[in-house]
C-alpha cells in the first residue's frame, strides 16, 4: 500500500529545492542560500531524502508525545470533575479551583481546549458596546455603587434572593449581605453594616429603583421650598450627609453590573462547593469570601487618603436609617398604623406623630424628636350588625311604556308594540 505523507508548504518547497541538489540542478551552497540554511544542513536534509525519499523531509519529532505533556489520567480526572462537580465553570475559574483544592496545576488554555475537543459547553464573554470611558474616582470612599441583583444564587436549594452589592469608584472594593427581597430596610440594613466596616462615604451611585428615588408627588410646601421629594433611603442618607446620584441606564453603573455578572459566575459555585443553603450562612461565608475576593480583584486608588468619615460619637444609626411614616393623633390619643391600633400615654397637643420602624422590628412614635409612650390595643368592642331587611320592590305598571320583556326563544329585549301605541 502506498505512504500517504502530509507536509506543510514550507517543507514541499525545502523538498523541491533538496529534489534539484540531488538531480545536479544546483549546488549545496545555492540551495543554503534559497531555504535560509546553512551547508552543513543541507548535507543532512540531503543524506536522509536519498536515505528515506521525500519521508526524509519531514521532522522526526512529527507525532511524538511530548515529554512536559500531561499525562492522560490527570486530563481523564479533570475532564470528569468538569463534567461533575464543576459543570458550569468556565476555564479559568476551573483553572484556579483545580490548582486550590485538588492541587492539579492545568492552565486555562489547555482546559480551554479540552472543553472543545470534548464538545463541553461554557459561558463565554459577550463582545461589549462601545462606551465612552469614566475616569475612575481619585480617593477611596469619595464615589460608592450600589445595586440588589435578584438571581437564585443557591441554585435551587433555597428560595431566589437578592444580593445588595457595594463597590468602591476608586478601589473596586466590594461588600455584600444577603436578603430576601430588595426594599427600603434591606437597603438601610446593609448601608449600616457598610458603615460599620468602612465609615460613611462622600456620595452614593444608584439606580432609579423606587427604594433609592422618591416618586411621589410633591406638596404644595415642597414646591414652594423647590425641594426634592425623596424616599425613605434617601432620607435617612441625607440626614447621614451622604450624596446621591441616580444612573438613568444600567451601563451608566457598569462597574456594579459587571460585578454582579462576575459573582453570579463565580459565588454561586463557591456555595455550591460548600453546600450553603440558608442566607446567615451565606452571610457569613462573605464574611470569608469578599476579603479574599478584593484581594485578588481590587486596584490601587491614584490618591491614597480614605473619604470615608468614621461615625461621630453618639450617633446611632438606628435612629436615622428608620422608615418613618406620619400618622394623624385623634382626640383621644390614638393612632392607627398597619391596621393596628396604639394608644399614646404621653399628653402632647400635636395633630400628627411619626410612627418609626426600627431595623430590629422595633416601633417608636415620635413627635418634633420626643419619643412618646404607647402600647397596643389589642381588644376592641365589636360593632353590633343589624341583619339587613330586604329592600321593597316598587314593580312597573303594566302600562308603563318602559317596561321591557323578552320574547319566547329571543335573547334581544323589545318594547311591546301595544305599550308604546298606548304611550304615543
Known amino acids: 500500500m ?4 502530509t507536509m506543510s508548504q514550507k517543507e514541499l518547497k525545502r523538498l523541491h529545492v533538496i529534489r534539484k541538489v540531488i538531480d545536479k540542478g544546483i549546488t549545496q551552497k545555492e540551495a543554503a ?10 548535507r543532512r536534509i540531503v543524506k536522509r531524502v536519498r ?4 519521508k526524509g523531509i519531514i521532522h522526526r519529532l512529527r507525532g511524538v508525545r511530548s515529554h512536559r505533556a500531561i499525562a492522560e489520567a490527570i486530563k481523564h480526572k479533570v475532564l470528569s470533575l468538569c463534567k461533575g462537580i464543576y459543570a458550569g465553570f468556565n476555564p479559568t475559574f476551573a483553572s484556579e479551583k483545580f490548582f486550590e483544592r485538588d492541587k492539579i496545576s492545568v492552565s486555562r488554555e489547555t482546559i480551554r481546549q ?8 461554557y459561558q463565554k464573554r459577550k463582545a461589549r458596546p462601545h462606551r465612552q470611558w469614566r475616569l475612575r474616582k481619585a480617593h477611596c470612599g469619595q464615589m460608592v455603587q450600589i445595586d440588589g441583583s435578584h438571581h437564585d444564587w443557591f441554585e435551587g436549594r433555597r428560595a431566589p434572593c437578592v444580593l445588595m452589592g457595594y463597590i468602591d469608584d476608586a478601589t473596586s ?3 455584600g449581605r444577603f436578603y430576601e427581597y430588595e426594599g427600603t430596610m434591606p437597603a438601610m440594613s446593609s448601608f449600616k453594616h457598610y458603615c460599620l466596616k ?4 462622600q456620595s452614593l451611585y444608584l439606580d432609579c429603583h423606587p427604594t433609592y428615588k422618591g416618586y411621589k408627588t410633591p406638596s404644595i410646601e415642597d414646591e414652594l421650598f423647590n425641594r426634592q421629594v425623596l424616599s425613605q433611603f434617601g432620607t435617612a442618607l441625607e440626614a447621614l450627609g451622604v450624596h446621591l446620584i441616580h444612573a438613568q441606564s444600567a451601563p451608566a453603573k457598569g462597574r456594579i453590573e459587571r460585578l454582579f455578572k462576575t459573582l453570579q459566575d463565580r459565588l454561586v459555585k463557591e456555595m455550591r462547593l460548600r453546600d450553603i443553603r440558608s442566607i446567615p450562612e451565606a452571610n457569613k461565608f462573605l464574611g470569608w469570601y469578599l476579603p479574599v475576593f478584593n484581594r485578588k480583584f481590587g486596584v490601587v486608588a491614584s490618591q491614597s487618603e480614605d473619604l470615608h468619615r468614621p461615625l461621630p460619637e453618639g450617633i446611632e444609626l438606628d435612629a436615622i436609617l428608620t422608615v ?3 400618622r394623624a393623633l385623634r382626640n383621644d390619643f390614638t393612632v392607627v398604623h398597619e391596621g393596628k391600633l396604639y394608644q399614646v400615654e404621653d399628653a402632647v397637643r400635636a395633630d400628627k406623630v411619626v410612627m418609626e420602624e426600627r431595623l430590629n422590628g422595633t416601633l417608636f412614635i415620635t413627635y418634633k424628636g420626643r419619643v412618646l409612650r404607647y402600647r397596643q390595643i389589642t381588644q376592641r368592642p365589636q360593632k353590633i350588625q343589624e341583619a339587613r331587611k330586604p329592600r321593597a320592590r316598587n314593580p312597573a305598571a303594566m302600562d308603563n311604556p318602559w317596561r321591557m320583556f323578552r320574547l319566547p326563544g329571543s335573547h334581544k329585549t323589545q318594547i311591546s308594540e301595544d305599550v308604546l301605541a298606548g304611550a304615543l
Do not use: C, N
Not at 468602612?198 to 462615604?201: D, I, M, N, W
Open 324 to 326: 418613618k411614616t406620619v
Open 198 to 201: 468602612y465609615g460613611v462615604p
Open 33 to 42: 542560500e534559497l531555504l535560509g540554511l546553512s551547508q552543513r544542513h543541507i
Open 2 to 5: 502506498e505512504e500517504i505523507l
Open 51 to 54: 536515505e528515506e525519499s521525500d
Open 173 to 175: 472594593r466590594v461588600y
Open 114 to 121: 479540552w472543553f472543545i475537543a470534548e464538545g463541553i459547553r
